[in-house]
């Protein structure tokens, strides 16, 4: 039996990959196949946070490198990162980051931050792929 580690990994790998889409508690421990409440501890215990703070984490992440990178509103980059509220998502940024989000992109942009991808670019690299497409994709040479 693999240690609880490898298990945990699985479902921080999950939280990585799929940090946009809305992932609770009980999708979390099915994943690492724990139930709810020995993953949320064994996690805490493994990565020093909850699995809610690591999630959070890696959504203001992101955000991070949508404001400085991405000509999209703030209000944009909070859907695309997964967040369901602009306040919760402001307020998460700030505590986390140290500033509002607005004026994180500010301070990127008066550093001569990276040059910045259009919107479009960014919403639609950021959308899934519909399964057909995917299964085409993967039948190309060269794929």
Do not use: Q
Not at 25 to 40: E, I, K, N, Q
Not at 108 to 120: E, K, L, Q, S
């Amino acid at each position: 039996m693999p240690p609880t580690e490898v298990h945990l990994r699985r479902a921080r790998d999950l939280m990585d990959a799929r940090y946009a889409e809305p992932l609770d508690l009980d999708a979390l421990a099915a994943a690492a196949g724990f139930s709810r409440y020995h993953f949320a501890r064994e996690f805490r215990a493994a990565f020093g946070e909850t699995p809610g703070g690591y999630l959070t984490r890696r959504r203001v992440e992101r955000a991070k490198d949508l404001l400085a990178s991405a000509n999209l509103t703030v209000t944009e980059i909070c859907v695309v990162v997964g967040f369901s509220s602009l306040g919760s998502f402001s307020r998460r940024f700030r505590e986390l980051v140290g500033c509002a989000p607005s004026e994180y992109r500010r301070r990127v942009v008066a550093r001569g931050g990276p040059p910045r991808i259009p919107g479009c670019i960014a919403m639609a690299w950021s959308r899934p792929v519909p399964p057909a497409i995917a299964d085409k994709r993967s039948g190309e040479p060269g794929s």
